[in-house]
């Protein structure tokens, strides 16, 4: 993580931490790093209840993490415009600060809710 120094920052960055620091909500955004994805499609990814997977993309939204869009019936969410992919590394850019995540080169692990 990179920082600079801007103390006003920090709240929003604790804020956005705050959300991902969930391994359900990185699982979430790993799948979303391979493109836009339905409910459906995320809960059979990462194993987790679509109830869960709605609640969790629902405080990434809030945070502006993920954006959704409609496409008839269903919605398609993906990662939010601060993020960018960078050779292997999903990089989150904040006011302040810049946080990257190394992925893994296969498909994402599984995580089971409790």
Not at 11 to 18: A, G, M, N, S, Y
Not at 22 to 49: K, Y
Not at 72 to 97: E, I, R
Request: glycine share 4%; aromatic share 4%; charged share 20%.
């Amino acid at each position: 993580m990179t920082f600079n120094t801007h103390p006003e920052c920090f709240d929003e960055l604790t804020q956005v931490l705050k959300t991902i620091a969930d391994p359900a909500r990185l699982t979430i955004l790993e799948i979303l790093s391979l493109g836009e994805q339905n409910v459906t499609s995320i809960h059979r990814r990462a194993n987790l209840s679509q109830p869960t997977v709605s609640r969790h993309l629902a405080q990434m939204r809030i945070q502006r993490l993920v954006v959704a869009r409609r496409d008839g019936k269903q919605v398609l969410y993906s990662l939010g415009p601060q993020f960018h992919n960078d050779s292997g590394a999903l990089t989150l850019d904040l006011p302040g600060a810049s946080l990257s995540l190394r992925l893994p080169a296969e498909q994402p692990q599984k995580v089971v809710a409790a």
